[in-house]
């Protein structure tokens, strides 16, 4: 199935034909209006060389007139190979489709309503022919069974004609595209880019990444840069602060030599003020007993890491480098 954009917004066509496989571009006199353009033919150039093929308006009265404003947009520079020309059905439309068809012209014979309208189009040797999907659903007519039965005139008498897909309103009527076996849809940018969301997608490709950095990323890539430090001779109140400051539930104890002391956690201060009371913020971080520090050395990957988080139920982990302290690891830490 062919896969056009619907748009006259240059920003948006721009962004949509980088992803590279989009067949074209359908566009109408009114999404330009909308759009502010007041140099129809220069966008219209514009637009021809950016998109691999380009469906425009052919207006006029007459066959006559419709012919002679295709002839005046191809003599702008357009491609006749790479240009369809949009007519309304009509009459005259449907005549001046075979006239620009007998020219070695695209035409696609849209705005299309009903079977009837669509037969002469297709007779007429339309190159496409667009029922209106949204708007039908509007005015309380079964769109997709009018598509369907399209489809069938195409497949049973063999036209040479492809039925077009438009009016898109919802992703809903892109499964309805591709379940009738259409041959061309035209989507407007913000439902084409939801046609790849999926909320299970987004879950397993995110468990995916966090795997692979999980078995890539070393600990001492993960850190933060902070390095909650206070020596020996800090007293709790002012060590309370500094684990405040650097945002972690611990804080690394070291002494006057630089070598570690131990690990002051969130969960000690608890224990301690419910042991002595509010006396032991007084203490020095050198008064207390500790007991041998959960570390990990910064060359480790962050799987060990994880495993260890697991296996010690603790939130965060000492990062040594040769022994020195060096950093604070947070369980949050292994989440990219």
């Given at each position: 199935m062919e896969l056009?954009?619907?748009s006259a917004n240059l920003?948006?066509?721009?962004?949509a034909f980088k992803l590279?496989f989009?067949?074209?571009?359908?566009?109408t006199?009114?999404?330009?209006q909308?759009?502010g353009?007041t140099d129809?033919?220069?966008?219209i150039?514009k637009?021809?060389k950016i998109?691999p093929?380009?469906?425009?308006?052919?207006?006029?009265?007459?066959?006559?007139?419709?012919?002679?404003?295709a002839?005046r947009?191809l003599d702008l520079?357009?491609?006749?190979?790479?240009?369809?020309?949009?007519?309304p059905v009509?009459?005259?439309g449907?005549?001046?489709?075979?006239m620009?068809r007998?020219?070695?012209?695209l035409?696609?014979?849209?705005?299309?309503?009903t079977?009837?309208?669509?037969?002469?189009a297709?007779q007429a040797?339309?190159t496409y022919?667009c029922p209106?999907?949204g708007?039908?659903?509007?005015?309380?007519?079964?769109?997709l069974?009018?598509?369907?039965?399209?489809?069938?005139?195409?497949?049973h008498?063999g036209?040479?004609?492809?039925?077009?897909?438009?009016?898109?309103r919802?992703?809903e009527?892109?499964r309805?595209?591709l379940?009738?076996?259409v041959?061309t849809i035209t989507?407007?940018?913000?439902?084409?880019?939801?046609?790849?969301?999926?909320?299970?997608?987004?879950?397993?490709?995110?468990?995916?990444i966090?795997d692979?950095r999980?078995m890539?990323?070393?600990?001492?890539e993960?850190?933060?840069?902070v390095?909650?430090?206070?020596s020996?001779?800090?007293?709790?109140?002012?060590a309370?602060?500094?684990?405040?400051?650097?945002?972690?539930?611990a804080?690394?104890?070291?002494?006057?030599d630089?070598s570690l002391?131990?690990?002051?956690?969130?969960?000690?201060?608890?224990?301690?003020?419910?042991?002595?009371?509010?006396?032991v913020?007084?203490?020095?971080m050198?008064?207390?007993t500790?007991?041998?520090?959960i570390s990990i050395?910064?060359?480790?990957l962050?799987?060990v890491?994880?495993?260890?988080?697991?296996?010690?139920?603790?939130?965060?982990?000492?990062?040594?480098?040769n022994?020195?302290?060096?950093g604070?690891?947070?369980i949050?830490?292994?989440?990219?």
């Amino acid at each position: 199935m062919e896969l056009y954009l619907d748009s006259a917004n240059l920003k948006e066509i721009e962004e949509a034909f980088k992803l590279g496989f989009l067949n074209g571009l359908t566009t109408t006199p009114t999404f330009m209006q909308r759009e502010g353009i007041t140099d129809i033919d220069g966008m219209i150039v514009k637009l021809s060389k950016i998109v691999p093929v380009l469906q425009i308006e052919a207006l006029g009265d007459t066959a006559e007139d419709i012919l002679k404003e295709a002839q005046r947009q191809l003599d702008l520079g357009l491609d006749i190979k790479k240009t369809v020309f949009k007519i309304p059905v009509s009459l005259e439309g449907v005549r001046a489709c075979r006239m620009l068809r007998n020219e070695g012209m695209l035409v696609n014979v849209h705005l299309v309503y009903t079977l009837q309208q669509a037969y002469m189009a297709m007779q007429a040797g339309a190159t496409y022919v667009c029922p209106l999907v949204g708007r039908l659903q509007d005015q309380g007519h079964d769109a997709l069974d009018l598509v369907a039965q399209i489809i069938d005139a195409v497949d049973h008498y063999g036209y040479d004609t492809k039925v077009m897909f438009s009016s898109v309103r919802t992703m809903e009527h892109i499964r309805n595209a591709l379940n009738l076996g259409v041959h061309t849809i035209t989507v407007p940018l913000k439902i084409m880019k939801q046609l790849t969301e999926n909320h299970f997608t987004t879950v397993g490709t995110d468990q995916f990444i966090q795997d692979t950095r999980l078995m890539t990323v070393k600990v001492k890539e993960a850190l933060n840069g902070v390095n909650p430090i206070v020596s020996a001779d800090t007293n709790l109140a002012e060590a309370i602060v500094k684990m405040t400051e650097y945002g972690f539930g611990a804080i690394t104890i070291t002494n006057a030599d630089g070598s570690l002391k131990g690990v002051f956690t969130d969960g000690d201060l608890r224990r301690k003020l419910i042991a002595d009371g509010r006396d032991v913020l007084n203490k020095t971080m050198g008064d207390f007993t500790y007991n041998a520090a959960i570390s990990i050395e910064s060359d480790a990957l962050l799987n060990v890491a994880a495993g260890l988080f697991k296996s010690t139920k603790v939130d965060t982990i000492l990062v040594t480098d040769n022994g020195k302290p060096i950093g604070m690891l947070d369980i949050q830490d292994l989440e990219a």
